[in-house]
């Protein structure tokens, strides 16, 4: 019986141990950041829809303004947007949450992986980059941030350039970076991903 108590308590204080490391993983503040949901759409051309998967047109064929015209469309580069909702949930359920406990985003990473482990940057997929975004969460209210998911020289470096004159299809990964700060200077952090596909699609 001593033994099997011994087992057990020692059982216990490893669970409470990585419990404790779980929660020291996220910082000191007293919340959680969520991604409630992260959708885009491609820049330029009639149907901007965001959704869970991004096409992201390498070039657009667009007929307006002049001298752009259906006979002689111009080729243009846009870059792509994204939009995420973002929640609070507090680590100690029990605590009533307060105004400092609000949590302000000021920067946003984007990082492009590839399934089949091809991730040099420049080469297999575009760089990574830092961007800015600024909204503040409440504890009680999602907030809404739109970033750029995509830049404009992404599109003209390669790996994406030579998608212009060519039937390839590039899929990606993007892993989006969210970092702030709550109202008492605690900072914290949150990755969402979304699909995206590179390629020089059709223009409606």
């Known amino acids: 019986m001593r033994v099997t108590f011994r087992i057990l308590a020692l059982a216990a204080v490893a669970a409470s141990a990585a419990s404790c490391g779980d929660a020291s993983r996220t910082g000191k503040s007293p919340v959680i950041l969520v991604v409630n949901s992260l959708v885009a759409g491609a820049g330029g051309g009639a149907n901007k829809t965001q959704t869970g998967i991004l096409l992201s047109d390498v070039v657009t064929n667009v007929t307006t303004p002049s001298p752009?015209?259906?006979?002689s469309p111009c080729a243009t580069v846009f870059n792509d947007l994204g939009t995420a909702v973002l929640s609070l949930q507090q680590k100690n359920p029990t605590i009533a949450p307060t105004g400092l406990n609000a949590v302000t985003i000021d920067r946003v990473h984007i990082e492009y992986i590839r399934a089949?482990?091809?991730?040099?940057q420049g080469v297999d997929v575009p760089f990574s980059f830092d961007g800015a975004t600024t909204g503040t969460v409440q504890p009680a209210a999602p907030a809404t941030l739109v970033f750029e998911i995509v830049r404009h020289v992404a599109k003209e470096e390669s790996p994406l350039v030579q998608l212009v004159n060519s039937s390839n299809i590039i899929t990606t990964i993007a892993h989006v970076?969210?970092?702030?700060?709550?109202?008492?200077?605690?900072e914290i952090n949150v990755t969402g991903s979304i699909q995206i596909d590179f390629g020089n699609f059709g223009d409606s």
């Open 68 to 71: 752009c015209s259906p006979a």
């Open 177 to 186: 970076t969210f970092y702030g700060h709550d109202q008492a200077g605690n």
């Open 116 to 120: 089949d482990g091809r991730n040099t």
